[in-house]
């Protein structure tokens, strides 16, 4: 894991400071020239001289605070790129006030870190024991990161030796992928006036946009229509109409075999893979899935490993959907093991978007049966191979071809107008 960077570490230790070496080392000078010179006061000051240096450590070691800590973070989840605001609660359970300390938050990232002092905190009643410290933290990235524990520097009364200590757990940061605001557009709302209506339908709303049916065995508890149940007299359940809920799919590649840049990487929790086009296909799939929400779409994501992601809840579920389809994101990385790919379901519709790196024959030819015939089908390409890029050209997809370092608001234009030359709007 990186280390922070900061004057405190991590590990415990004790040590001489410079006065204590420099104590420590006049100690010893005294000692081997009082007995030549034969001056007793020579022997008493290099005795004194290697208390204080000897005893500064003894007194470090025993001075060591005894803090109980409680981390809180605002907001408990942030995006990439953005600020959280981190609470510390620091209880002495100790026995004795501390000595006044130097801290830190041990950080995985590495980002500049000023220490703090911490004054002494008494015993007595809990106010008296608490101290409250706050700090911000900015990461750079998505994942699920290690902040902590509260790492302090203290030294004994003559400065002789200083001691760094850890306290406190581990707490978890949850960092999702930074959603990009799409504009209307793009390659699905350019096939034409069906598709739009589609989706202005969706916005709108009209009489077909939720209706009930009767509850039968096996429909989940939380599909209940509890107005509807009150007013028939027996378990109603929601029913979409998939005529005016238009779907979209997203696929993406979990693969570790897709992605040539990828890299070991300790920096998350756990250490995973780190790849900077699989980081790029991941705020694609953030920004695309919630603009399409946006739109008005049903979005269902098919990964080509282990399923990972947390669809994206039914509507009705509100703003928490959306949030825990990030927070699964949170998570996401690539995976070496993975299941047996399958064609695209039987009532697969609407719209395919594809993000892809370097996929392999076997993960193409399973993308380019996940999009019903007739439907359109994008895929964004981020430095893809010619021959697999030719195969999705040849089978009707638009192609968009990406950088790792390409802006996703820039990656989503180009698809409107790669589409729009397509159809000859240009």
């Given amino acids: 894991m990186s280390e922070p960077t900061s004057s405190l570490r991590r590990s415990r230790s004790i040590r001489l400071t410079v006065r204590g070496w420099a104590t420590l080392v006049v100690g010893v000078s005294l000692l081997v020239l009082a007995y030549p010179v034969g001056r007793r006061e020579l022997l008493v000051a290099a005795v004194l001289a290697l208390l204080l240096s000897l005893g500064g450590l003894l007194v470090a070691r025993v001075r060591r605070p005894k803090l109980e800590v409680i981390r809180l973070f605002s907001p408990p989840v942030v995006s990439a790129g953005g600020v959280a605001q981190v609470t510390l609660r620091a209880r002495n359970a100790g026995s004795v006030t501390t000595p006044t300390l130097l801290w830190n938050d041990a950080i995985p990232w590495r980002e500049r870190q000023q220490p703090n002092e911490l004054a002494p905190i008494r015993i007595g009643s809990a106010a008296a024991r608490t101290a409250v410290l706050h700090y911000e933290v900015h990461p750079r990235r998505r994942g699920l990161f290690p902040i902590g524990p509260l790492v302090v520097e203290y030294t004994d009364p003559f400065g002789m030796a200083r001691s760094v200590s850890a306290c406190g757990d581990v707490d978890r940061l949850t960092v999702v992928p930074a959603v990009v605001d799409l504009p209307d557009g793009g390659p699905v709302l350019v096939d034409g006036d069906g598709a739009a209506q589609l989706i202005q339908r969706r916005a709108v709303g ?28 027996e378990l109603m359940v ?20 897709g992605y040539p840049d990828a890299f070991p990487d300790s920096e998350s929790w756990p250490p995973a893979p780190h790849s900077d086009r699989f980081e790029w296909a991941v705020r694609m799939l953030a920004s695309l899935a919630v603009h399409l929400d946006d739109s008005g779409f049903r979005v269902d994501v098919v990964e080509s490993a282990t399923g990972q992601v947390e669809q994206i809840g039914e509507r009705w579920e509100g703003g928490q959907r959306i949030e825990s389809f990030l927070t699964s994101l949170a998570a996401v990385r690539l995976l070496d093991r993975h299941h047996e790919l399958v064609g695209a379901s039987a009532d697969a519709a609407g719209p395919t978007f594809a993000i892809l790196a370097d996929p392999d024959a076997e993960v193409v030819d399973w ?54 030359y397509l159809r000859g709007a240009y």
């Fill in 206 to 233: 009209n009489d077909d946009d939720l209706t009930t049916r009767e509850y039968r065995a096996g429909d989940a508890l939380r599909r209940v229509h509890w107005r509807a149940s009150a007013r028939h007299g």
């Fill in 238 to 257: 929601r029913q979409e109409e998939h005529r005016s809920h238009p779907d979209a799919r997203i696929v993406i590649d979990t693969r570790l075999t």
């Fill in 367 to 420: 993308v380019l049966r996940q999009r019903r015939p007739g439907q359109s089908g994008a895929v964004f390409a981020v430095g893809m191979r010619g021959e697999s890029r030719e195969r999705f050209v040849d089978n009707g997809w638009l192609c968009i071809d990406v950088r790792s370092d390409d802006d996703i608001l820039d990656a989503w234009r180009a698809s409107a107008t790669e589409a729009g």
